[in-house]
């Protein structure tokens, strides 16, 4: 089994920034694309940023320029930082990866969410 645990969300006021940080940890045998999605109420689940195992990145127009996904593989562990925050990026914030497991069974696993909210 695979766990993904956030961290790092919290209450900032507009203009401040905040770093997430997921770990993966369990039966990895590699971590392959990884990823931030955001919820915010009464609204769908939309990727932020991606980043795949070579470091090329991809980020919703809406976050370019302000937001910066990056990984630590030896650490399993991918960040978000988080700049210019605004009342608009208020919302749920999860990690995902795409794992390859010591089974050598390939699954999407999901972490627990952490809130992100900027007043304004």
């Known amino acids: 089994q695979v766990q993904l645990v956030e961290s790092g969300g919290g209450l900032v006021q507009a203009g401040g920034s905040l770093r997430l940080s997921c770990a993966a940890s369990?039966?990895?045998?590699?971590?392959?694309?990884m990823g931030w999605y955001r919820q915010a109420p009464e609204k769908q689940r939309e990727l932020v940023a991606a980043?795949?195992?070579?470091?090329?990145?991809n980020y919703a127009d809406s976050v370019k320029g302000r937001f910066t996904i990056s990984r630590d593989n030896a650490k399993n562990t991918v960040y978000l930082q988080m700049n210019s925050l605004n009342p608009e990026d208020t919302a749920v914030y999860y990690c995902?990866?795409?794992?390859?497991?010591?089974?050598?069974?390939?699954?999407?696993?999901w972490g627990q969410g952490t809130q992100v909210t900027v007043s304004s």
């Open positions: 980043i795949i195992r070579s470091g090329s990145t």
């Open positions: 995902n990866a795409d794992v390859l497991d010591r089974r050598l069974v390939r699954r999407v696993y």
């Open positions: 369990g039966s990895i045998f590699s971590l392959n694309d």
